[in-house]
């Protein structure tokens, strides 16, 4: 929940494991943020299939960038001694990753 309500975006993506709908509504009506989690097979009232489906493909690239940042640019090896330094680092991953995904630099 405290990074849900640090993250200046309305539409969020989180596993199963946060399902609630107390915090999902506390998070609209406080912070007007959507949270999306994909439903678990034990649910009651679950979502469309296409719906589902959506979701399930909007994780996957997620799951797949954070595995190329860990990977490749090696993001969990952040040494910092301050947030600032560290805030610079991811910034300086990021900024490296999406040049070379946009082809403006070769890797």
């Not at 009506?29 to 469309?48: I, L, V, Y």
Request: hydrophobic share 40%; glycine share 6%.
């Amino acid at each position: 929940e405290t990074v849900m309500t640090q993250i200046p975006h309305p539409y969020n993506f989180g596993d199963k494991g946060y399902i609630s709908h107390a915090l999902r509504e506390k998070l609209y009506e406080e912070h007007q943020a959507a949270f999306w989690t994909p439903s678990r097979h034990n649910q009651k009232h679950g979502p469309s299939k296409a719906w589902e489906e959506w979701i399930r493909k909007k994780r996957k690239v997620i799951e797949t960038v954070f595995s190329i940042l860990v990977d490749q640019y090696r993001i969990t090896d952040i040494r910092a001694n301050s947030i600032a330094g560290f805030e610079v680092a991811l910034d300086g991953i990021l900024l490296a990753y999406s040049l070379v995904t946009l082809g403006l630099v070769e890797r």
